[in-house]
């Protein structure tokens, strides 16, 4: 049996002035059980003192799943692309509140 390796599909981090970071990466994967679109993702927005204030993934064992402070619930998943611009509104939505 062959395992194909994750390929690293983007990698894109990005500080704001204030010092918050939002960090995106997504691989392509074989598909399995656990992973059955082929892709691993991890979408986090972090404050400037180090806590994640929001994020996206699909860890082993929990599926698609939203962390919103230290609250973690599951989340649908459509496609990367449109978790990709639910993620954008919600950072924009969260430092339009924190300002």
């Known amino acids: 049996m062959?395992?194909?390796?994750?390929?690293?599909?983007f990698h894109k981090?990005?500080?704001?002035?204030?010092?918050?970071i939002v960090e995106a990466k997504a691989w392509a994967v074989?598909?399995?059980p656990a992973k059955p679109e082929g892709i691993?993702?991890?979408l986090v927005y972090i404050g400037k003192d180090g806590t994640r204030i929001l994020g996206y993934d699909n860890a082993?064992?929990?599926g698609?799943?939203?962390h919103l402070g230290a609250r973690e619930s599951p989340s649908?998943?459509?496609s990367l692309e449109r978790l990709i611009e639910r993620f954008t509104r919600e950072v924009a939505h969260l430092r339009r509140?924190?300002?």
């Open 97 to 99: 509140r924190m300002t």
């Open 2 to 9: 062959t395992h194909r390796r994750a390929i690293l599909l």
């Open 60 to 62: 082993e064992g929990k």
């Open 40 to 42: 691993k993702y991890s």
């Open 76 to 78: 649908e998943f459509i």
């Open 64 to 66: 698609h799943h939203q």
């Open 13 to 20: 981090k990005f500080e704001y002035a204030d010092g918050d």
């Open 30 to 32: 074989a598909p399995s």
